[in-house]
């Protein structure tokens, strides 16, 4: 009884064995071969059993590297190096499934030289090194190819390798460091016979800091960068390609509205926004700068200059050489358009200077609010096309139309229609009048 009973259990334990008995080395390397292999390694050590969540199951696996031709024609002697697994069904015998590659890696393509790549990386510093670092660096000192690159070829047509990148940099609202940074950086190409793309991806693998350096916040949002003085010699130049715009020594508040009104209805819409950008407050550029836009500023010059300009119809064809004024207060005035069922509305401020025995001097008018109200629909544009030469203004308005009208301006809520167009003749007088009476 017990010699049987000691069979049944040893026959028990050979087939749990057998159920679980692993695929060897040399069924591994025969299941994984190809016809185009070159040479193939398994990972030193053992199959080892995985669970695989995927398929609530468990699975042999071992990893192998495979080199395959790279069938580059500009590089006949390039390699691709597969970096993978093999994966098994338990059983017995064990039974192979598939084989899952983890990576893949290029061999015999050469890289650019250290000379060539920093120039390229010089070039395109802001893709180089992250928009975000780049406005924050206040005097780059040097960039080199790290003593071990880690040079990888990912693809015929991309590339990452390692970097030091030394540089001043603001670390916080109140300090700035000099940082060391090591860096992967990844470079493109779109044929294997193209110049790398100025597009790259950066990694910062480690950054240490030191001489860390305190300042007050205002004199950090003061101080340049690399990225604030690239943005202001781009932001120069383009107001420098709108034109020269010639800007009155304005003495009356209503001088600057009625040359405002002169230059919508008479120049360009270049003129405009050249004359515009020269004219706004200071809280519309970015702190130390006279043309680098905020978000806040660039709305209201891009609102502006579409809706007079861009439209369907344009100012000088809505409003009058001598419009009605719709509201006047200090350094403040609405005028209407031509039918009076739209208008501007526009405010200033008095800015700059320079004191002088406790004085303010030398201060000149700044725009601080300027919307373009402008008549939209076909049916409101039909209206003031339909008006004989000559007629649309005459008088400085014509009467208010006692329909709906459909505008659009720079913002805030549509003007309300009025009644009574006689009224607001006797009360609003043009602008030219405005302009001549002191």
Known sequence: MRTRLALLLAAICLSVLAAYAQP????????????????????????????????????????????????????????????????????????????????????????????????????????????????????????????????????????????????????????????????????????????????????????????????????????????????????????????????????????????????????????????????LAPVFFVEGSSTRLTPQGADLVNKAVNNAFKGKSTYAQQYCPDPGVKHQQENGMEWWNATQDAHVRMALTKAGGAWKNGQKTGETYKITALEVWMLTSADDIARINSYEPGMLCKGNSAPVSSGSSNTTNQGGTAPQQQSGGSDILKQGRGLLNKLTTP
């Open 24 to 279: 060897t080395d040399a069924q591994i390397l025969k299941d994984i071969a190809s016809p185009k292999q070159l040479k193939v390694e398994l990972v030193k050590g053992t199959t080892k059993k995985v669970w695989s969540d995927t398929h609530a199951q468990w699975f042999w696996e071992r990893g192998a590297t495979i080199w395959l031709p790279a069938d580059v024609p500009e590089f006949p002697n390039a390699k691709v190096v597969v970096y993978g697994f093999a994966r098994y069904h338990t059983g017995n015998p064990p039974s192979y499934r598939e084989w899952k590659t983890s990576l893949n890696e290029y061999e015999g393509i050469p890289a650019p030289t250290k000379e060539e790549i920093l120039v390229h990386a010089r070039k395109y510093l802001k893709n180089f090194v992250g928009e975000h670092r780049y406005n924050r660096i206040v005097d780059l000192k040097s960039i080199a190819v790290a003593a071990d690159p880690k040079t990888v070829w990912h693809t015929p047509l991309s590339f990452s390798m390692e970097f030091e990148v030394v540089a001043d940099v603001i670390i916080s609202d109140v300090e700035v460091a000099t940082e060391s940074t090591r860096q992967e950086t990844r470079f493109y190409r779109e044929k294997v016979s193209d110049p790398w793309r100025s597009f790259m991806v950066t990694v910062e693998r480690d950054v240490r800091h030191e001489n860390k350096r305190s300042y007050s916040p205002e004199d950090i949002r003061a101080m340049e960068t690399i990225g604030s003085r690239e943005a202001e010699a781009e932001a120069q130049a383009a107001l420098a390609a709108l034109g020269d715009v010639t800007i009155p020594e304005f003495s009356r508040d209503v001088d600057v509205f009625m040359h405002t009104h002169k230059v919508l209805r008479e120049g360009t819409a270049a003129q405009f926004e050249a004359y515009l950008i020269r004219m």
